[in-house]
């Protein structure tokens, strides 16, 4: 899964699944609306756990949610498009 896009499949048939037709279009949308996005410092801290998986914890002051913000605004444009 691609987070805030969705799982990438042969066919889509969920709303949470797009091709890779698909994903090609927004490759390039993304592309263009991370452009301007100063590169930031990331710490990688401590590993942890959900029961169903692991992860490492992430600081970056805030610099990972811009990029999610601009993922979540190309994918629903593109979805009302």
Avoid: Y
């Avoid at 969705?6 to 592309?31: H, P």
């Avoid at 410092?41 to 401590?46: H, L």
């Amino acid at each position: 899964m691609i987070q805030e896009i969705g799982f990438v499949s042969r066919t889509a048939t969920k709303s949470d699944e797009l091709t890779i037709e698909r994903f090609d279009e927004l490759s390039s949308a993304l592309s263009t609306a991370l452009d301007d996005i100063a590169a930031f410092e990331v710490t990688i801290g401590a590993a942890n756990s959900f029961e169903d998986a692991a992860f490492l914890e992430v600081h970056d002051h805030g610099g990972s949610e811009l990029i999610h913000r601009r993922l979540r605004e190309v994918a629903q444009a593109r979805r009302l498009s």
